[in-house]
């Protein structure tokens, strides 16, 4: 599982493990549904705090943009939850 765990170290290393999934699907077209639910566990004010926040935007813009056949809601809830964290976060 890719749990944001306790820390940054859990949120390290979720952030790798669906970084490294994320290549094997665009290159090798590797099929993991619970990519963008795992993604979006990450999404909570700690990830922004910890050294390895580039990483994990720079993950989430690429993982949303590079499927052209994701649903408007689940883009929809993404953008929610960054407007949230965006009020919340200094």
Not at 8 to 31: C, K, N, P, Q, Y
Not at 32 to 52: A, C, E, G, M, Q
């Amino acid at each position: 599982s890719t749990s944001g765990g306790g820390g940054s170290g859990g949120a390290l290393t979720s952030i790798l493990a669906l970084d490294g999934l994320f290549v094997l699907m665009l290159d090798h077209r590797l099929e993991y549904p619970r990519f963008y639910d795992s993604l979006y566990s990450l999404l909570h004010p700690r990830v922004l705090y910890t050294k390895h926040r580039t990483r994990f935007l720079r993950l989430l813009s690429r993982g949303l943009q590079s499927n052209t056949m994701l649903p408007a809601y689940v883009v929809a809830s993404f953008c929610k939850r960054l407007c949230r964290l965006g009020l919340s976060c200094p």
